[in-house]
């Protein structure tokens, strides 16, 4: 059963820094492409960075720079650091996990941790 718990979230000043965290249980992270995500309020949700297997990663473009993606394999846990935070950061990030079966792609979600910057 996959199980994905995110931690860290809380309320900031602009300018600080976050890391958050997400520790995931009945898959391996080191052999299977990760995520973060957020989601704005009255916003789609949106994807953040990806940690693939080979431990390569990548952004979305407009938050290139301030977000670093990064995994421990000891503690299967992967984590989200974001530095120089913005009001418009203020979002739900979720972790996600995405399986594909038969060519069919399956979501595994976390519960969340909100991130709140205030101005």
């Known amino acids: 059963q996959v199980r994905l718990v995110e931690s860290g979230g809380g309320l900031v000043q602009a300018g600080g820094s976050l890391r958050l965290s997400c520790a995931a249980s009945g898959i391996n992270i080191t052999v299977n492409t990760m995520a973060w995500y957020r989601q704005a309020p009255g916003k789609q949700r949106e994807l953040v960075a990806r940690?693939?297997?080979?431990?390569?990663?990548n952004y979305a473009d407009s938050l290139k720079g301030r977000f670093t993606i990064s995994r421990d394999n000891a503690k299967n846990t992967v984590y989200l650091e974001i530095n120089t935070l913005e009001p418009e950061d203020t979002a739900v990030y979720y972790c996600n996990y995405r399986r594909y079966s038969y060519g069919v792609g399956y979501n595994y979600w976390g519960q969340g941790t909100q991130v709140t910057v205030s101005s």
């Open positions: 940690i693939v297997s080979d431990g390569s990663t």
